[in-house]
């Protein structure tokens, strides 16, 4: 399982060891069986640094391997692609050796050309990687010999080195000769250097993936006791409903729950069927597997370019007309907690201030109506909503919400949300949109008003990528939010290697972010609700910082 320090669209989860003696007894290089999972659309690609959505993300780590990859549970770096790295005493040069075993895999071996390669095109500005790229800024690359190479940054910040390790090659021979990789069927026929290889893609229907009969991996430390499926599946399926169900009829062999599932059906209805652990003596069991990473989150995202949403006393007007109490306990059937930060509002990074409830944004319908009063919006007599005029016409105080129609919760929260602003005189549209059109909906920032979620990042958090404003063109800066005390803030926090001053300068962001209301925060969540078929075994479920099941350890 690849340990990233980039959010990502999930939330998460963690359990302890068990069937310790299930792992002991297997051969630990052997690969029989099928594990089948479910992702929720076709991935756009399979190259890494291309990946932006999830299905992308998840699908390029199953084919394509980092230098160097960080312990889930212990936070150590361990060599995957490369055996070593060195770093300078300035902290300016990286020098790595790749492990001369490293094999693709049509057998030929990964080099220090397949990285800078790689590295070349993650710098291009003509390839859509802008997400990546700005981990980037700075950094040169030096070719030694054939497994040796070296990174020099101009400015080393806290997590230069894990980014670095990070780092994913692609194989230079299939992708050079590429006119326009952004648009390369390549992309999707993935040459890669992991122990499973590509079989067969049916578009909206499975990925199928075999384990490589002779993998260089097999010999490494690192890897033994993992990867032990013979026969990889992935159903493509966006409903939640559907998925459930394929996961009663044993057709996937795990699925996460929605809040829905797990209370109405899991804990209900099929409370029959399920068990809270493997050995229950159930086909089936379903947890609440928890985490120490730091919390996945979901809000409002407000596109701050809206004529009327650029308006601070709008934003503030919004943040008081979101019923948290119910979003929580209807909307997430109290299967989450209140969010204030996107730092992990309990972690060292969120401040006292946003701590104490006494700080929060509260539902208060009649506040709403005054800072709208007070922004120049006025309502007739015997009207339901306020009105204001926009360009020379006079319009009614209307937004667009955004959401995934595959998603109860979702679909709960719009309703809340457009019942609570009803009666502070806004009128709320809800649109509900498939998974991959609300991706290109905030990419684009075709919107007013969406719900969307991220991961809180890494164990250390770095907020670039979601609020710098270096970030909104080709980032993941979907708010167009861009304040220049936060720009600089983010500045100094990157390249402040003592952890208590780091951690005061990302609290100030915090604080700046809460206060100018980019996103309304609603949600958030420290584990993952799963289920999974009992025949599967593990020696963990999840490792202590992960932030997925530890599906890699999987067996039959």
């Not at 060195?86 to 057998?107: F, I």
């Not at 384990?211 to 006791?225: A, K, P, V, Y």
Request: hydrophobic share 35%; proline share 4%.
């Amino acid at each position: 399982m690849k340990f990233t320090s980039n959010p990502v669209l999930l939330f998460f989860f963690l359990l302890g060891s068990f069937f310790g003696s299930d792992v002991r007894s297997a051969p630990v290089n052997s690969a029989s069986g099928t594990f089948t999972d479910s992702i929720g659309m076709t991935p756009l690609t399979m190259v890494p640094f291309l990946a932006r959505d999830s299905e992308s993300m998840d699908m390029a780590s199953q084919f394509y391997l980092p230098l160097l990859e960080k312990d889930a549970d212990t936070l150590k770096d361990s060599p995957v692609l490369a055996s070593s790295v060195s770093v300078s005493k300035d902290k300016k040069e990286y020098t790595y050796a790749l492990r001369p075993e490293a094999k693709w895999s049509d057998g030929s071996s990964v080099t220090s050309d397949d990285v800078e390669f790689t590295f070349q095109k993650i710098m291009d500005p003509k390839v859509d990687a802008a997400v990546l790229r700005g981990f980037f800024e700075g950094v040169s690359f030096k070719k030694i010999d054939a497994i040796r190479f070296s990174f020099q940054v101009a400015e080393p910040k806290f997590n230069t080195l894990s980014v670095l390790n990070e780092f994913t090659p692609v194989q230079k021979k299939q992708f050079e000769k590429e006119q326009d990789l952004n648009k390369s069927k390549e992309g999707m026929k993935p040459i890669g250097n992991s122990a499973y290889v590509l079989k067969s893609l049916s578009r909206d229907q499975s990925i199928v993936l075999e384990r490589s009969l002779n993998w260089w991996g097999d010999s490494i430390q690192n890897f033994r006791g993992r990867f032990r499926f013979k026969t990889l599946v992935f159903r493509i399926i966006a409903d939640p409903t559907l998925r459930y169900e394929r996961l009663i009829r044993g057709e996937i062999d795990t699925t996460p729950l929605t809040s829905d599932q797990l209370v109405k059906q899991v804990r209900g209805v099929d409370s029959s069927k399920f068990g809270s652990s493997r050995d229950s003596g159930k086909t089936l069991w379903a947890d609440r597997f928890k985490t120490n990473r730091a919390l996945s989150w979901a809000g409002i995202v407000i596109n701050l370019k809206h004529p009327w949403l650029s308006s601070i006393q709008v934003r503030k007007a919004l943040a008081h007309l979101v019923n948290y109490e119910d979003v929580i306990e209807k909307g997430f059937m109290g299967t989450a907690s209140r969010c204030v930060s996107p730092f992990g509002s309990s972690s060292r990074y969120t401040s006292q201030k946003l701590k104490s409830p006494s700080s929060r944004y509260n539902f208060d319908p009649r506040k709403a109506r005054e800072l709208l009063l007070q922004d120049g919006f006025k309502q007739e007599p015997g009207e339901s909503f306020f009105v204001k005029d926009l360009n020379g016409k006079r319009q009614t105080l209307k937004f667009v919400f955004k959401f995934m129609n595959e998603s109860p919760a979702q679909q709960r929260v719009a309703q809340i949300l457009k019942e609570s602003f009803k009666k502070a005189g806004v009128d709320l549209e809800l649109r509900p949109e498939d998974q991959g059109v609300m991706y290109q909906s905030l990419h684009k920032k075709d919107f007013d008003l969406a719900f969307s979620g991220w991961g809180a990042g890494g164990v250390q958090p770095d907020p670039r990528q979601l609020w710098a404003s270096s970030s909104i063109q080709g980032g993941s800066n979907s708010a167009s939010f861009s304040n220049v005390e936060v720009d600089e803030l983010i500045k100094k926090a990157n390249v402040e290697f003592n952890e208590g001053k780091r951690e005061k300068l990302i609290q100030k962001i915090g604080d700046i972010i809460f206060d100018e209301i980019p996103y309304v925060f609603l949600m958030e969540r420290d584990f993952v609700l799963a289920a999974l078929q009992s025949r599967i075994k593990s020696p963990k479920w999840i490792r202590k910082y992960g932030t997925d099941l530890a599906k890699d350890l999987f067996f039959e």
